[in-house]
């Protein structure tokens, strides 16, 4: 049933008007700024071979990504500024840890906030990739997205709910292994499932028929293989997961004792 809903509002999902325009030389480059869950797997390489894999645009990708790194983290060292600022992006990505606590929300929006002052200037669309949090603390994912959700609205952004396309997969089948051996960083499946959601996100195109096997762009990477029923699944997923993109989340409250690292979690 989860497959026929998604099948069927694939056309939805698929013409959002929220979808970036590619360039005139139908090439759009997006810059990731973010943490471990951004160059685990090397997702933004993920993303610009889906794109090759497609009759879309392309999508040439860049990351600024250190590890345990947050949004404030990144305006005080600098380099993702610098990479702002050199201009010709299409999209800025931002990304820190799950940010359900309350504190760490608020700094999330702060920042995003920040960036988006200088991500306009240059012309280019802010967006929040939406992660997930660790598998010690799975209830907290109303909190991941009503964070993020809430950042993007923030700046009249695009989300990338890559959070929420992790339970449109195990609705469908709660064995999709997407922790990692650590609890928290993603398997290479999770990571396409990620690429699929913000390569639909960008495009305004479908994922679903998308290739399972995917190779990021960047030198000596390996393949990243997934079985033809998992990819299709995967696929499914990502699709419903933007399909309710804007669905708004509960908040979730701070546990006694709870602090806040570095990377905003």
């Known amino acids: 049933m989860l497959r026929l809903f998604a099948a069927l509002l694939l056309g939805a999902a698929a013409s959002s008007p929220h979808a970036p325009q590619a360039s005139s030389a139908n090439v759009q480059r997006v810059l990731f700024i973010g943490n471990s869950l951004t160059f685990a797997n090397d997702l933004p390489g993920l993303v610009s071979a889906l794109s090759n894999a497609s009759a879309g645009p392309r999508i040439q990708c860049r990351s600024v990504a250190f590890p345990d790194f947050s ?44 960036f988006d002052a200088e991500i306009r200037r240059v012309g280019a669309t802010t967006a929040l990739y939406m992660v997930w949090p660790s598998m010690e ?17 923030e700046v009249g952004g695009l989300l990338f709910p ?8 195990w609705r469908r089948d709660s ?9 928290f960083h993603p398997t290479p499946m999770a990571s396409y499932l990620a690429a699929l959601v913000i390569y639909q996100r960008l495009s305004g195109r479908s994922p679903v028929g998308l290739p399972g096997t995917v190779t990021s762009t ?48």
């Open 137 to 153: 603390r799975r209830a907290d994912f109303e909190g991941v997205k009503t964070s993020y959700a809430a950042a993007a609205r």
């Open 71 to 114: 949004l404030e983290d990144h305006w005080n060292r600098g380099a993702a500024l610098k990479a702002i600022r050199e201009g010709g992006w299409s999209v800025v990505v931002l990304q820190q840890g799950p940010s359900a606590l309350p504190e760490s929300r608020v700094l999330l929006t702060q920042y995003t906030k920040k």
């Open 175 to 183: 064995h999709v292994e997407l922790y990692g051996p650590d609890g």
């Open 162 to 169: 890559v959070g929420e396309a992790w339970r449109a997969a």
């Open 218 to 265: 960047s030198a000596g990477s390996s393949p990243v293989v997934i079985p033809p029923a998992r990819a299709a699944l995967l696929q499914e997923a990502a699709a419903e997961a933007n399909l309710a993109a804007e669905t708004k989340g509960a908040a979730t409250p701070r546990r006694e004792g709870e602090v806040i690292r570095s990377g905003a979690y």
